[in-house]
T-cell receptor, first 109, second 113 residues
């Protein structure tokens, strides 16, 4: 099993829709998690941190399920500007930040 | 601007040439990571430093790749005898401490022709 797995998509959704992505991780010792957003040919930028059960920031909600070892990202009321690739990141203690392959989202007018 | 700078932003080189990239992290951050990213893939870990010590290298990193972080400040990544398969975006990330967020530079896009 890969350390971090994501559905690559693409997810094509209409403006205003609610969309959710999942990310599964293999290391049960991981304590913190991150969602990054990456626009085409740009560097990843932090979207949300998840340190406990979840986090919410406006239209974005991240939830952590430790028992099943996954984190989810929910985007409500999708905007055209939300179109990007969403990367799940799991730091491994004493090691590196492991990125998932990313989930591509296209919000359509 | 995240405060992490990478140079050059773009590099085109002929196969077989050596190239060197530089990353200047956020000054108070002691961890520095190098990643490689190809189109449609997530960033792939190459190596990381805590201060000047290189603590881990990816098994995927061939002997042609070497990285340094003298004095625990900026870092360089050198690729010797470049191959076309080395064409990618090389990203540097600066992290204050374990478990905290990573700040990325804008990357160096390498094209090997």
């Amino acid at each position: 099993r890969k350390e971090v797995e994501q559905d690559p998509g693409p997810f094509n959704v209409p403006e205003g829709a609610t969309v959710a992505f999942n990310c599964t991780y293999s290391n049960s010792a991981s304590q913190s998690f991150f969602w990054y957003r990456q626009d085409c040919r740009k560097e990843p930028k932090l979207l949300m941190s998840v340190y406990s059960s979840g986090n919410e920031d406006g239209r974005f909600t991240a939830q952590l399920n430790r028992a099943s070892q996954y984190i989810s990202l929910l985007i409500r009321d999708s905007k055209l500007s939300d179109s990007a690739t969403y990367l799940c990141v799991v730091p491994l203690y004493g090691q590196n930040f492991v990125f998932g392959p990313g989930t591509r989202l296209s919000v359509l007018p | 601007d995240t405060g992490v700078s990478q140079n050059p932003r773009h590099k085109i080189t002929k196969r077989g040439q050596n190239v060197t990239f530089r990353c200047d992290p956020i000054s108070e951050h002691n961890r520095l990571y190098w990643y490689r990213q190809t189109l449609g893939q997530g960033p792939e870990f190459l190596t990381y430093f805590q201060n000047e010590a290189q603590l881990e290298k990816s098994r995927l990193l061939s002997d042609r790749f070497s990285a340094e972080r003298p004095k625990g400040s900026f870092s360089t990544l050198e690729i010797q005898r470049t191959e076309q398969g080395d064409s990618a975006m090389y990203l540097c990330a600066s992290i204050e401490g374990f478990g905290t967020e990573a700040f990325f530079g804008q990357g160096t896009r390498l094209t090997v022709v």
